[in-house]
């Protein structure tokens, strides 16, 4: 990315800086007072051998925060989500296997290099801070948000706060059996919905019963009108996904169920079978309505800024950093 420029005065006051960390991305952006991005870096989050994954972190919050000044944009707080285990409350990231942290004082060590106040969130907990806020559950206390990427976790939201759970590990659905004794997880488990429905899992399940090894979950979509292998793949996911669903559904009886991450991106060729499958498996009850994410891709950065503002004492109007334009519900 090139670097920043200036032009005019200051962007705004309130600005906020947000860190998503993802398996094989790291992404910050510069978020001004009306929640519009201005400034945006991507960089690889796989770290080589010879390089510490946090400090990779704590380079690119470092860069973020010198761009942002270079657009006389000086930040008021930043925030940084990352999957696994995180202790939100302490500002710990206890456990996160994809990029080699186990705990990690990250609130402590972003607050040292930057001198402002930090937050430090689970990335799905912090998409559904997002989807609530300004997305496809606002105005709503109690719903599901599943972002359907490399694995799969759930946002539980209840009474409007996220759930952490007992262990700061709620909401690891990806790991929920969907087919007792099925194929093996790399977690160790047999039958996970992540083996069956995650976009990293679909492709991998296609290759490994003889199919293309270079397609993606959106090419495996594509190809499901003309290739058998792609269309029971496909069929099994949605089928997988629905199931699950239905188990949430009756735990946690949510207003609203959203789904994210890539794999949504497929829009009624996912949602179609997933709402019939989940429809299929409620009996007594009616099924909560199942939606797009409004935010996609960006979703877990939105409610980074969130995070980043409150932890600035900021307000966060309800609206804050909504899409121009709402999704069509697929």
Request: proline share 8%; net charge negative; aromatic share 4%.
């Amino acid at each position: 990315m090139t670097a920043p420029t200036r032009s005019g005065g200051p962007i705004s006051t309130g600005c906020v800086l947000a860190v998503d960390v993802g398996g094989t991305t790291m992404k910050g952006s510069l978020f001004d007072e009306d929640g519009r991005i201005r400034h945006t870096v991507v960089v690889p989050s796989r770290a080589d051998a010879d390089r510490d994954p946090v400090d990779a972190v704590r380079a690119l919050c470092r860069r973020l925060r010198d761009d942002a000044l270079a657009l006389d944009a000086p930040p008021v707080g930043i925030a940084v989500v990352t999957p696994g285990i995180v202790d939100e409350a302490a500002g710990i990231v206890r456990y996160a296997s994809n990029i080699r942290f186990r705990d990690v004082p990250l609130r402590a060590l972003v607050r040292d290099d930057l001198g402002l106040p930090v937050a430090i969130g689970h990335d799905a907990r912090a998409a559904g801070v997002a989807e609530a806020v300004a997305g496809a559950a606002r105005g709503l206390d109690n719903f599901l948000l599943l972002p359907l990427g490399t694995g799969i976790a759930a946002t539980v939201v209840v009474h409007g706060e996220p759930v952490p759970g007992a262990t700061s590990s709620a909401g690891e659905v990806g790991h929920m059996p969907v087919y007792p004794g099925g194929e093996p997880c790399p977690c160790g488990q047999r039958g996970c919905l992540e083996v069956y429905a995650s976009a990293g899992g679909l492709a991998r399940r296609y290759a490994r019963l003889g199919g293309t090894p270079e397609l993606d979950s959106r090419a495996i979509a594509a190809a499901t009108a003309t290739d058998p292998l792609a269309r029971s793949v496909w069929d099994t996911a949605t089928h997988a996904l629905g199931t699950a669903l239905a188990t949430l559904t009756l735990t946690l009886d949510p207003a609203r169920i959203v789904l994210g991450g890539g794999l949504a991106e497929a829009g009624p060729q996912l949602f179609d079978p997933v709402r019939d499958a989940l429809r299929s498996a409620l009996a007594w009850r009616a099924a909560p309505e199942v939606l797009p994410s409004a935010f996609g891709a960006v979703a877990a950065q939105v409610g980074a800024a969130v995070l980043a503002r409150r932890a600035a004492g900021l307000a966060v109007p309800e609206g804050w950093a909504a899409p121009v334009s709402e999704p069509v519900a697929g």
